[in-house]
């Protein structure tokens, strides 16, 4: 055994110089944003998980950013990134053009769900409506397409996510689904999912360019975004249910790109109104980032442009 002991001692540096390595520099802290966020978030009634990360740099914000929150509609990447994983493997044809039939209803103000019975349309205009008007009846119907929840869970497992999943019509899911909705995630794993998916590094480079383009078409733009100027390009994805408001975000910015994630949990407001407390925060988080990292820009949004 004493023999194996000098073997096990250099494994371990190589190990632990590996650890090292990856951590640096992405794990340098920012902290000067790291004051601002959390004078932000103090006294939120409710849970609050905020990852930024600042791309040239590799500096990062860590706000319990690796704790399990509710997606709510930002699932809908993981069931895109599912749906193109199937295209990609020739399992379905990206010209598919589907036929809705009213069972796949969901009830709601969905575009998809307000088709006719055996009405036609593009796939690729259902994954468009998915992400950009946040479609319900679309998404659950590209859910469906992609294999179900067990395997968009097996895509996200098999590429380094932990925590993040789809919990809703998949078996096995059923506790976390009453404790989280529809899916789950961390701050920080939606964000690098994002950050993936900009890199070229989700299912195959040409499936990610489509999938950002996806993601940089978005109707519901009032909260994190309207805090960016309308010229600066961005990726995102929100979600909304009466307890938790979440949105992931990627900044095209002048002076290096970063991406964003907070999520609300438990929050006592639970109002659908403009000013409800987690779309406000998420409004000031997307506000002192963009100043933070733009320090010369002097935009800000129009007067009365929350009316429109």
């Known amino acids: 055994m ?10 371990f540096s190589l190990v632990s110089l590996f650890a090292s390595a990856q951590k640096s520099p992405q794990e340098k802290t920012d902290q000067k944003l790291e004051q601002k966020l959390q004078e932000l978030v103090k006294g939120f009634d409710g849970e609050v998980g905020i990852y930024v990360k600042h791309l040239k740099t590799g500096k990062t914000v860590v706000i319990n950013a690796d704790t399990v929150f509710p997606t709510a509609s930002m699932i809908k990447i ?3 990134v599912g749906m193109f994983a199937k295209m990609e493997r020739g399992e379905i044809d990206p010209k598919t053009v ?4 009213d069972s796949l209803h969901y009830a709601g103000e969905d575009i998809v769900g307000a088709f006719r019975d055996s009405a036609t349309v593009a796939l690729s205009k259902v994954q ?8 319900n009846t679309g998404s659950l119907w590209l859910q469906q397409l992609a294999g179900g929840g067990v395997a968009i869970n097996q895509w996200l497992e098999s590429n380094g996510f932990q925590h993040t ?3 809703s019509r998949t078996a096995g899911r059923q506790p976390n689904w009453r404790k989280y909705g529809w899916g789950q995630t961390t701050p920080r ?43 600066v390009h961005t990726a995102s994805k929100s979600g909304a249910v009466n307890r938790s408001k979440s949105e992931v975000v990627l900044v095209n910015a002048p ?3 970063y991406v964003f994630c907070i ?17 406000v925060l998420i409004r000031n988080v997307s506000q002192t980032l963009w100043h933070h990292f733009e320090p010369k820009s002097d935009w800000k949004p129009a007067a009365g442009v929350e009316k429109f």
Do not use: C, H
């Not at 004493?2 to 494994?11: I, T, V």
């Not at 589907?98 to 039939?101: A, P, T, W």
């Open 98 to 101: 589907l036929r809705y039939r």
């Open 78 to 80: 993981p069931i895109m």
């Open 128 to 135: 468009m409506l998915s992400i950009t008007t946040s479609d």
């Open 189 to 231: 794993e939606m964000a690098t999912l994002v950050s993936m998916i900009r890199d070229g590094k989700v299912v195959s480079p040409a499936a990610s360019e489509r999938m950002y383009r996806n993601l940089g078409r978005i109707y519901f733009d009032s909260e994190a975004l309207s805090q960016i100027p309308p010229y």
């Open 255 to 257: 002076s290096g790109d």
């Open 2 to 11: 004493r023999y194996l002991r000098p073997f096990f001692l250099a494994l």
């Open 165 to 167: 999943r789809m919990n």
């Open 263 to 279: 999520i609300t949990n438990n929050q006592k407001d639970e109002r659908w109104a403009y000013d409800n407390a987690g779309s």
